[in-house]
């Protein structure tokens, strides 16, 4: 009976997962056919970015749509340096909520919203759990960091280290967001693929550091024992 359950429960998150990314493409889509997004980009300089990092923060609470395309969205609908400025602020508010509500309400929270299999995947990820680790997470593009973020909130980092973490961490893969969504904007397949190549050899210094580091710390516990 509870695997039924369990069954079911999945299936329903997939099929409501499934539903909010159709209707993100939907809308997107009519917005710029009718041209009613950029009309109402130009006419509101104010309320259009609250609202672009009102939706960032909610993705960083509740991951569903790719932080990849809301980043690369910032740049196509503001430019690249306010779509930006817009990103961090909106996704490092949404990250901030996050962690503290981990915090507050402990485990248990942390577990019934994700679920058992993914906290405990999202668990190991995060290794020691220590700053570097999270850093390193937060600073390898395509890793569930709004995920780790609800993990971060369970132990005892510091929440001005968090956010440092948020925000320094993550500015590399902003900034390589930011470029796709303006090239993209500009038709500029060019500069698109180079910066696919530079991303790729990016997260390959990463892991290749990570690499290192680990095999480092594994021979220091072998030598103890």
Known sequence: MNKIKFSLDKFLKTVLIIFVYALFVFLFW??????????????SKFLAPVIYMFVASLKAMFP???GEV??????????PIWGLVYAVIGLTLGSVSAFSLSRKYGKKFVKNLMG??????VDKLSGDKTFFTFFLI????????DFVTYIAGL?????????????IGRLPSYIIYIVGGY???????????????LMFLFVG?????????DKKASNSATNKN
């Not at 210094?205 to 580091?213: G, N």
């Open 155 to 167: 132990t005892s980092l510091p929440i001005l280290k968090f956010i440092t973490i948020c925000v």
């Open 183 to 197: 090239s993209l904007a500009t038709l500029n397949v060019k500069l698109l693929f180079s910066l696919w190549f």
């Open 70 to 79: 809301l980043v690369g969205l910032g740049a196509f609908f503001f430019g």
């Open 30 to 43: 009519y917005g710029f056919r009718t041209g009613f997004i950029k009309e109402f980009i130009s006419e």
């Open 138 to 145: 937060y600073l390898t593009p395509g890793t569930p960091d």
């Open 64 to 66: 569903v749509v790719p």
């Open 116 to 121: 058992k299999q993914k906290f405990e995947k």
């Open 205 to 213: 210094l990463i892991l290749f550091v990570k690499l290192i580091i």
